[in-house]
């Protein structure tokens, strides 16, 4: 009887423990932090451990790379890619495997964002200044700022990048005019690809054909899809829960656009001012993973981040807030369970970690900094 009773025991014990173990595990996060190295102390990506449930963080690995500034995870996990933002040839993104933990990255595989036959020119601006980067497990895409132009890279088997193999480039709209790729980002169909253009104060649109034949392009049916008022600079986009509408933040102008969407084509909503110090810095856009709220941040006067209330219904803002960030917000992510708004404060040196109010939509700073030397882009994975 007695030695039923400690199998019972350990049977239970161990029950308990994988109950434990499944209620802890999804509010650690693996925590990609990209970051200028250039004229500063930063070694490349940084990898943290951060749980979302009360904010705490651990510094797990760093990983060499050379002004990784934006990044992105593969749709399964298994691979991160950054950028290389230069313009003077070095220009290019990389490929890394993570560990079965997630808490260290491979070797990378570097790829050059210069199309080979511009590789020999000076100075070499084609591809330059990779500042975006997208994948969905197939092509890796970035978007090049001073070259004013995209590049597409195949993956391999193993999710490794591959050489260039379709290069666009795009032209001012007046002999004034300079196009600057800033963003990428796929329609909620899958169908398309939109591009938006700080220089000419357009959004692009493409056909995405993922699956093509050998040598056969990627992106095809080039058009404009949304022309933004002059001088606003349209830099980021994102898409509503239910991919109904778009929200596009301006980084001159400073202004949120509304666009509905339906079938590849953009309808404008609505248009209202999101900054509040004309610093035309306008930067990032995310929303809240509920829906509910959406935020833009904004930099060079009164930085902070933009609050706004979605209607559910007809997509419109109402602003409801405006938090006051560190020096230079340029990128931001909000945990999976809303918990947190993590602020890559590029010229404070640090992410400030902020508390969500899922009731409101507002922001509390929670004074747990973490220190990242010229931080700008923060990435959440989830542990298997």
């Known amino acids: 009887m007695l030695?039923?009773?400690?199998?019972?025991?350990?049977?239970?014990?161990m029950f308990a423990f994988h109950i434990f173990a499944q209620g802890e595990k999804p509010n650690n996060l693996t925590m990609f932090v990209g970051t200028y190295t250039e004229g500063g102390n930063s070694k490349g990506i940084y990898t943290y451990r951060f749980n979302q449930e009360n904010g705490t963080f651990k510094l797990l690995s760093s990983a060499i790379a050379a002004n990784p500034s934006f990044l992105t995870l593969s749709p399964d996990g298994k691979h991160l890619y950054a950028v290389s933002e230069y313009n003077d040839g070095r220009q290019g993104a990389y490929s890394f495997d993570l560990s079965q933990d997630k808490a260290h990255l491979s070797y990378p595989v570097f790829q050059s964002t210069v199309p080979k036959e511009d590789s020999k020119e000076e100075p070499k601006q084609a591809g330059a200044d990779p500042c975006h980067i997208i994948t969905d497990g197939n092509y890796v895409i970035t978007a090049n700022y001073t070259g004013g132009d995209i590049s597409v890279f195949p993956l391999d088997a193993e999710g490794k990048l591959k050489a260039e193999t379709q290069h666009i480039a795009f032209v001012g709209k007046t002999p004034k005019r300079v196009a600057h790729i800033h963003c990428i980002i796929p329609t909620p169909d899958k169908k398309y690809i939109l591009a938006t253009d700080l220089g000419n104060d357009r959004v692009y649109r493409f056909r995405y054909n993922k699956k093509t034949h050998k040598n056969s392009e990627v992106l095809t049916a080039q058009r404009v899809a949304y022309e933004v008022s002059d001088g606003q600079g349209p830099r980021h986009l994102t898409f509503s829960k239910d991919g109904r509408f778009a929200y596009l933040i301006g980084e001159l102008g400073g202004e949120c656009?509304?666009?509905?969407?339906?079938?590849?084509?953009?309808?404008?909503?609505?248009?209202?001012?999101?900054?509040?110090?004309?610093?035309?810095?306008?930067?990032?856009?995310?929303?809240?993973?509920?829906?509910?709220?959406?935020?833009?941040?904004?930099?060079?006067?009164?930085?902070?981040?933009?609050?706004?209330?979605?209607?559910?219904?007809?997509?419109?803002?109402?602003?409801?807030?405006?938090?006051?960030?560190?020096?230079?917000?340029?990128?931001?992510?909000?945990?999976?369970?809303?918990?947190?708004?993590?602020?890559?404060?590029?010229?404070?040196?640090?992410?400030?970690?902020?508390?969500?109010?899922?009731?409101?939509?507002?922001?509390?700073?929670?004074?747990?900094?973490?220190?990242?030397d010229k931080p700008t882009c923060v990435a959440f994975a989830k542990l298997n």
């Open 257 to 372: 656009v509304v666009l509905g969407y339906h079938k590849g084509k953009l309808k404008e909503v609505q248009h209202l001012m999101a900054d509040e110090g004309g610093g035309r810095g306008g930067a990032d856009i995310h929303i809240s993973p509920d829906g509910r709220f959406l935020y833009t941040s904004h930099r060079l006067k009164k930085d902070g981040i933009a609050i706004f209330a979605i209607d559910p219904k007809k997509g419109i803002l109402t602003k409801v807030g405006y938090q006051l960030t560190g020096i230079h917000p340029r990128n931001f992510a909000i945990t999976p369970n809303g918990k947190y708004l993590l602020v890559a404060c590029r010229d404070d040196n640090k992410i400030q970690v902020f508390r969500r109010d899922e009731a409101t939509g507002k922001l509390t700073d929670t004074s747990l900094n973490i220190s990242v």
């Open 3 to 13: 030695k039923l009773q400690s199998v019972l025991s350990l049977v239970l014990s």
